[in-house]
């Protein structure tokens, strides 16, 4: 998702603070949503330098799709 004026990502809590060299960019993050909206995962990285566990992001739009994705 781009969100140019970080609306979104303030309203998640993901957008960094107003200082430092992170000011206005978005930490990590991941939200998986179902075909109703429903957000069925939820991952956000503990700092910049995280990245997420890709196997189970695979595994829950799995679980949710019923579709076996090939990484």
């Not at 969100?3 to 992170?22: C, R």
């Not at 909206?37 to 990285?45: G, K, L, N, P, S």
Request: aromatic share 12%; hydrophobic share 40%.
């Amino acid at each position: 998702m781009s969100d140019f004026s970080g609306e979104m990502s303030n309203v998640h809590g993901i957008l960094f603070a107003d200082e430092g060299y992170l000011k206005g960019r978005c930490n990590r993050a991941i939200f998986i949503a179902d075909r109703g909206m429903a957000v069925r995962f939820i991952w956000i990285a503990e700092g910049p330098s995280y990245e997420p566990d890709y196997d189970k992001v695979l595994r829950t739009v799995t679980d949710i799709t019923g579709q076996k994705l090939d990484p």
